[in-house]
């Protein structure tokens, strides 16, 4: 179970964010991120747990920052309910989509996994609906992601698969580069991974297979 602890920074301004200190693991049924956020003075800020299943779609995820909170899962596309700092009041919301994304590097992981790539393949355009900070606002976003390439990289616990992809935002077109070994992001756009316990966990991809057929997975 990989343990760790990312450093998080404005991708513009490369202003400090703070750290998310995490942890997480494959299981029979999918995978699992657990995170604590701090600010960069080592405050608390806010939370994640998201868990999805063998196919990548998530089946829980409670996401916390500055006392709001949201709770979503894949039901019809992606359904979740943000509650307020007063908890008076909760907004529902729901879209033909088939993940969340956001600043936390478990998003990544798990749009990988959703999309299931193989390198040198077309690139697979997906919907995702952004959790934005500070306060958690919901957005829907569209990308296409393209794996350039996967190589290994010889460390002292032996053979580490990386995965170098190409993430285009379809708004704007800006391009970031994303790496992940396994379930840990090593580096992306205002993220560092800079400690971390145990080697990645692998998945096998024979356990389930991707949505079928298509590189657009704009209509989920």
């Not at 490369?14 to 200190?21: K, M, S, Y």
């Not at 405050?43 to 196919?55: I, K, P, Q, T």
């Not at 899962?73 to 009041?89: C, H, K, N």
Request: proline content about 8%; aromatic content about 6%; hydrophobic content about 35%.
């Amino acid at each position: 179970m990989p343990r760790g602890r990312y450093s998080l920074h404005d991708p513009h301004d490369h202003a400090p964010l703070g750290e998310e200190h995490f942890h997480c693991a494959p299981g029979p049924s999918g995978w699992r991120y657990v995170s604590q956020l701090t600010t960069p003075d080592g405050e608390h800020r806010g939370s994640v747990d998201l868990a999805v299943d063998a196919l990548g779609r998530p089946i829980r995820l409670e996401v916390n920052a500055h006392s709001w909170q949201v709770r979503g899962a894949a039901i019809d596309g992606v359904t979740w309910v943000r509650t307020d700092p007063s908890g008076a009041e909760a907004t529902e919301g729901n879209v033909r989509a088939p993940g969340f994304t956001g600043t936390s590097p478990a998003f990544l992981v798990a749009t990988a996994r959703l999309l299931r790539l193989a390198p040198g393949a077309p690139a697979a355009r997906v919907r995702l609906v952004a959790l934005t900070d500070p306060v958690l606002a919901a957005r829907t976003v569209d990308q296409a992601w393209a794996l350039v390439s996967r190589a290994e990289h010889a460390t002292d616990s032996g053979p580490l698969g990386v995965d170098e992809y190409r993430v285009t935002a379809l708004d704007t077109g800006e391009v970031h580069t994303v790496h992940i070994a396994g379930d840990v992001v090593l580096s992306a756009p205002g993220i560092e991974l800079e400690h971390l316990e145990s080697p990645p966990s692998t998945f096998t991809d024979d356990e389930a297979e991707g949505p079928e057929g298509s590189e657009d997975f704009g209509d989920f």
